[in-house]
């Protein structure tokens, strides 16, 4: 099992900037995938981005394309998401959440990683980000 830790969320105003960072333990299989998702009171949990650890494939959802850049540092397991502009929506617990694969992971499965349709085994805790005047 794969320990995920979040951090870097806050309180930050509409139009601002914040960085999270999602910090793994060591994976058993070489070819992994990193997602960040996230859930608002009373809505259901969305992918935001997704990664892969081989060949940088990202995917994102509409809603922050444009605004989010996830990137991978993979000599030291961390994930980071830049989110610009914010907006009052984006509010919600970030989580984030890792898959690991026998081959390189392909922009469709990336994909259906950050859907749902695959579902994540392992979970971080979750790190607030509220956007507020």
């Known amino acids: 099992q794969v320990q995920l830790v979040e951090s870097g969320g806050g309180l930050v105003q509409p139009g601002g900037s914040l960085r999270l960072s999602c910090a793994a333990s060591?994976?058993?299989?070489?070819?992994?995938?990193i997602g960040w998702f996230r859930q608002a009171p009373g809505k259901e949990r969305e992918g935001v981005s997704c990664i892969s650890s081989t060949d940088d494939t990202t995917y994102y959802a509409d809603s922050v394309k444009g605004r989010f850049t996830i990137s991978i540092d993979n000599a030291k397991n961390v994930v980071y998401l830049q989110m610009s502009n914010l907006r009052p929506e984006d509010t919600a617990v970030y989580y984030c959440?890792?898959?690991?694969?026998?081959?390189?992971?392909?922009?469709?499965?990336?994909?259906?990683?950050?859907?749902?349709?695959?579902?994540?085994?392992?979970w971080g805790q979750g790190t607030q980000v509220t956007v507020s005047s």
């Open positions: 060591r994976f058993a299989f070489d070819y992994y995938a």
């Open positions: 959440a890792a898959d690991e694969f026998m081959r390189p992971a392909q922009f469709s499965t990336v994909r259906a990683m950050c859907i749902g349709t695959i579902p994540s085994n392992d």
